[in-house]
C-alpha cells in the first residue's frame, strides 16, 4: 500500500462494498435511490428517500470487519442532510519474530471514514448529491512492534452526483457520480502518500413493465447496470449488473454480477424484507476466481 511497513494502510477499503442491498445488486448502485445507503455509492440518490432515515451496515469479509452508520433527515422544501461513519477494522495482529517464536507485540490497524451529506431535487426529474468526508488510517501497536510502530494519517475528499429520472413513475433512471476527489493519504511521508482511488461511475436503473407482460399487480422488478472506471485510468472499466424482484413492497429478492478486474468478481444474492418502516437485508458474494472466503453483509434500515 506504499505506507512503509503499514499493514493495512492507505485508502484502497474505499473500493469496498459498503450496504447489502447494493452489494447483492452486483454493486450496481450509482443509479438507485430512495435508501441511506445511496450515501455510499452517490449522494444524489439521497434526495429520494420518502423520510428521514437510520441505517446500520455491516459485512465481514476476509479481511476485515466492517461497520457503517448513519443519519439523514429529510425536508420537503430544504433537502435530504445527513451524516455516516464507516470504519474498518482489520482485527488485532501478533508480530512474530522471523524465525518464529514468542510474538513481540501486536497492532491493531483500522480505517475510518466519516461523511457529511446533502442532496435535494430539481424539479420533478432530477436530484443533486454532494458528499464531504474525512479519510483515517490508524494503527495502534502495544508492545515492541519495530517498524509497525503507532501511525495515523488522515486526509479529505469529496464524492458528488447527479441523478435524472424519466418516465412514468420514474421507470427509467440514470445516475452519475464522481467519488474519492481529495489529497493523498499520507501516513509517514510525502513520498509514500497513497493516492485515493478516484473513481467515475455512470449508471442506469429501468423498472420492468411486468404488468404489461401479465404479471400480477403484486409484483414489481428493476435491472441495474453500472460501469465504473479510476479517474484518467486507461484499460478495461468495470462493469456491474443486478435484478430485483419484489412483492407488495415487503419481500425482495435479488442477484448480481461484478465483472471486476480483481479476485473479489463473482456474483451475489440477497434478500429483504420490509415491514412498515424496517428493513432488513442481507447479501451474499460469491468469489468467481479467488481464495477469499466469500463475505456476508448484513443491513438494517429504521424510517423515522
Not at 238 to 253: H, N, S, T
Not at 281 to 292: E, H, P, Q
Amino acid at each position: 500500500m506504499g505506507q512503509g511497513g503499514a499493514v493495512a494502510g492507505g485508502a484502497a477499503f474505499l473500493l469496498l462494498p459498503v450496504g447489502a442491498r447494493a452489494t447483492a445488486l452486483g454493486q450496481a448502485a450509482t443509479a438507485d435511490a430512495g435508501t441511506s445507503e445511496s450515501v455510499y455509492w452517490n449522494p444524489a440518490g439521497l434526495a429520494e428517500l420518502p423520510s428521514s432515515e437510520f441505517g446500520v451496515q455491516y459485512s465481514a469479509t476476509f479481511a476485515s470487519k466492517n461497520t457503517a452508520l448513519s443519519f439523514f433527515a429529510v425536508s420537503r422544501r430544504l433537502g435530504t442532510v445527513g451524516v455516516a461513519a464507516y470504519l474498518v477494522d482489520y482485527d488485532t495482529q501478533d508480530l512474530v519474530p522471523p524465525g518464529g517464536g514468542i510474538p513481540t507485540g501486536r497492532i491493531a490497524p483500522k480505517n475510518l471514514e466519516l461523511l457529511a451529506s446533502y442532496a435535494t431535487g430539481i424539479g420533478s426529474a432530477v436530484s443533486l448529491g454532494v458528499s464531504y468526508k474525512l479519510i483515517q488510517f490508524r494503527q495502534d501497536c502495544q508492545g515492541n512492534c519495530g517498524a509497525l510502530r503507532d501511525a495515523t494519517g488522515t486526509t479529505h475528499a469529496v464524492d458528488v452526483g447527479v441523478q435524472v429520472a424519466v418516465g412514468p413513475e420514474d421507470a427509467f433512471r440514470v445516475g452519475v457520480t464522481l467519488q474519492h476527489v481529495g489529497f493523498a493519504l499520507q501516513v509517514e511521508n510525502r513520498d509514500q502518500a497513497d493516492p485515493l482511488p478516484t473513481r467515475i461511475g455512470l449508471g442506469a436503473a429501468y423498472r420492468l413493465p411486468l404488468q404489461m407482460m401479465g404479471a400480477a399487480p403484486d409484483v414489481d422488478a428493476r435491472i441495474m447496470v453500472d460501469v465504473q472506471n479510476g479517474l484518467g485510468e486507461a484499460g478495461t472499466a468495470d462493469a456491474r449488473m443486478g435484478l430485483e424482484v419484489g412483492y407488495q413492497g415487503i419481500a425482495y429478492l435479488r442477484a448480481g454480477y461484478a465483472f471486476l478486474d480483481a479476485g473479489t468478481a463473482g456474483p451475489s444474492l440477497g434478500i429483504g424484507l420490509r415491514i412498515e418502516r424496517v428493513s432488513i437485508d442481507f447479501a451474499r458474494v460469491f468469489y468467481g476466481a479467488s481464495a477469499f472466503d466469500d463475505p456476508t453483509y448484513i443491513g438494517l434500515r429504521i424510517g423515522l
